[in-house]
Nanobody, 123 residues
């Protein structure tokens, strides 16, 4: 499985960005795909995840109501729309996936990782 992430950049507080992650090489339609982030000096944390098995999506409390994860099953792509961005959202965002049944809040629950894309929220 390969994951190609894009869409990071510099944005002012209150602004918006959209990240994309295109997945390929899945051996079946049973997969989970989503995003983690890692800020300087902090551990990697879950942001959002979509399960193609039951169509469910999970969000970290810190992004609920501001971030929306959408998916295109046909091309295994997910988009993370990030609105009302805050300086504390600044981090390297990583696309991740696995061929398992349920999303996990822990990085160990994902086998495949894309390259990170930097999101900087600053005035």
């Amino acid at each position: 499985v390969q994951l190609q992430a894009s869409g990071g950049g510099l944005v002012q507080p209150g602004g918006s960005l959209r990240l994309s992650c295109a997945g390929s090489g899945f051996s079946s339609d049973n997969y989970i795909i989503g995003w983690f982030r890692q800020a300087p000096g902090k551990e990697r944390e879950a942001v959002s995840c979509y399960s193609n098995i039951d169509g469910s999506t999970i969000y970290a409390d810190s992004v609920k109501g501001r971030f929306t994860l959408s998916s295109l099953h046909t091309n295994r792509t997910v988009y993370l729309q990030m609105n009302s961005l805050k300086p504390e959202d600044t981090a390297v965002y990583y696309c991740t996936a696995d061929q398992t049944f349920s999303c996990s809040w822990y990085a160990q629950g994902y086998k495949f990782w894309g390259q990170g894309t930097l999101v900087t929220v600053s005035s």
